[in-house]
Each structure stands twice: as structure tokens, then as C-alpha cells.
């Protein structure tokens, strides 16, 4: 079965400061979901990737995914308070209309200091 | 706002007793699945339901069963529930079959509790 390492598992920053978050899978990605959790409450969408060495941005967020696509990174650029949470990569099993759902990483928990 | 509305936010139940979680999705979103988030991990995928038939399902027992009905609507039951089924259920929907390339959009969950 695939699995989704994150790292780190924590990370705080100073408000300003650039970060990168990473998600290594054990086996091929075919397709790849970043979302972003406020403590105890619901995912909100942030980008999917599927190609290899594609990469997309929103606002301050960029993120990639490898040309073998075993790994994709979450960067962001001068942090602000509202960027903190926890945030999850989440990848499904098969390839284009996979009716296994996503598995998902732990999560890498950020904080961002003022 | 992502169009995915679940009920209720907050449940407390007792061990054994019966529940029911609801979700609605986004207007043809024909694809929905639920999770189970227990306290400090990613989410768990529980089943899927593609058009009403249940077209996919994770590592969880059969007292864990749903039902997708024609309005966009779908419901997580649980029966006999035990201590280590509190946790956070989420919904998702998309528009396509499954997650082939769509974009997959979450509800706010409902906090489960049992004592």
C-alpha cells in the first residue's frame, strides 16, 4: 500500500520568513493534493498536481511535483499569521479515476511567530 | 466556502448506540467519500460512493456503511460504537469518477465523541 511521509511533522517560523514542506511517497504518484487544516476543522483545497515537474502557484504558495513523481514540495513565501495550521499532502492509489480515496500524510503542523 | 456541508458540527453518543452523519455536496458532484481523522494523524479514507453504489472502500469494518442519494446528499452510519471510533468524519466530493485529476473539495467535518 502507498504511503505519504511529510516533513517535518512541525515547524515554527518567523512571521516574514520563507518555508518549504515536503511529502515523499514510497511509490509512484498519480496525482498529488496539498490542503491546508485549521485545528479540528474541515480541508480546505489548495493546489493539485499531476505532472511530473509541474508546479503551481496561489498567492504566496507555491508547489511542485518532482519529474519522477515520488516527491513533492510545499513552499511559502514570507509567512504571515494566516498561513498557520496544519498541512496535508494527500495522493490516490491509482491512476485517473481511482475509487480508493486519497491517503494522506500525518501533516506538518505550522506556526508562525509574530 | 467549499459547497460541501456536513451535520452535525459536535456529537456525543454512548458506546453500542447507533449514528448517523450527514453530507451535502456541491450541485453535480457525483463522487463522495468519507474519513475518519482520529486525533493527530492525516485522515483515514472509509468508503466512496460513485452515482449511489459504493464503489470503493477502505480498511474499516461493515458497521461502517453510507448511502449517496440522488439529491447530492449521503450519510455515514455507524452501528456499535466503541470508545476508539471518536474522531473527526470527513466528507469530500468531486465531479468526476474518483480522484482521477479533479479537484476534491472537503466539508467541515463533525466531531465525533463516545463514552
Known amino acids: 500500500s502507498q504511503e505519504l511521509e511529510q516533513s517535518p511533522q512541525s515547524l515554527i517560523v518567523q512571521e516574514g520568513k520563507n518555508l518549504t514542506i515536503n511529502c515523499t511517497s514510497s511509490?509512484?504518484?498519480?496525482?498529488l493534493y496539498w490542503y491546508k487544516q485549521k485545528y479540528g476543522e474541515g480541508l480546505i483545497f489548495l493546489m493539485m498536481?499531476?505532472?511530473?515537474?509541474e508546479e503551481k502557484s496561489h498567492e504566496k504558495i507555491t508547489a511542485k511535483l518532482d519529474e519522477k513523481k515520488q516527491q513533492s514540495s510545499l513552499h511559502i513565501t514570507a509567512s504571515q499569521p494566516s498561513h498557520a495550521g496544519i498541512y496535508l499532502c494527500?495522493?490516490?492509489?491509482?491512476?485517473?479515476?481511482?475509487?480508493?480515496?486519497?491517503?494522506f500524510g500525518k501533516g506538518t503542523h505550522l506556526i508562525i511567530q509574530p | 466556502e467549499t459547497g460541501v456541508t456536513q451535520s452535525p458540527t459536535h456529537l456525543i453518543k454512548t458506546r453500542g448506540q447507533q449514528v448517523t452523519l450527514r453530507c451535502s455536496s456541491q450541485?453535480?458532484?457525483?463522487?463522495v467519500s468519507w474519513y475518519q481523522q482520529a486525533l493527530g494523524q492525516g485522515p483515514q479514507f472509509i468508503f466512496q460512493?460513485?452515482?449511489?453504489?459504493?464503489?470503493g472502500r477502505g480498511n474499516f469494518p461493515p458497521r461502517f456503511s453510507g448511502l449517496q442519494f440522488p439529491n447530492y446528499s449521503s450519510e455515514l452510519n455507524v452501528n456499535a460504537l466503541e470508545l476508539d471510533d471518536s474522531a473527526l468524519y470527513l466528507c469530500?466530493?468531486?465531479?468526476?469518477?474518483?480522484?482521477?485529476?479533479?479537484?476534491?473539495?472537503f466539508g467541515q467535518g463533525t466531531r465525533l465523541t463516545v463514552v
Open positions: 494527500g495522493a490516490p492509489a491509482y491512476s485517473g479515476g481511482g475509487a480508493d480515496g486519497l491517503t
Open positions: 450541485s453535480g458532484h457525483n463522487t
Open positions: 469530500a466530493s468531486s465531479p468526476g469518477t474518483g480522484w482521477g485529476g479533479t479537484e476534491a473539495f
Open positions: 460512493y460513485y452515482r449511489e453504489e459504493e464503489n
Open positions: 511509490k509512484t504518484l498519480y496525482g
Open positions: 498536481l499531476q505532472k511530473g515537474g
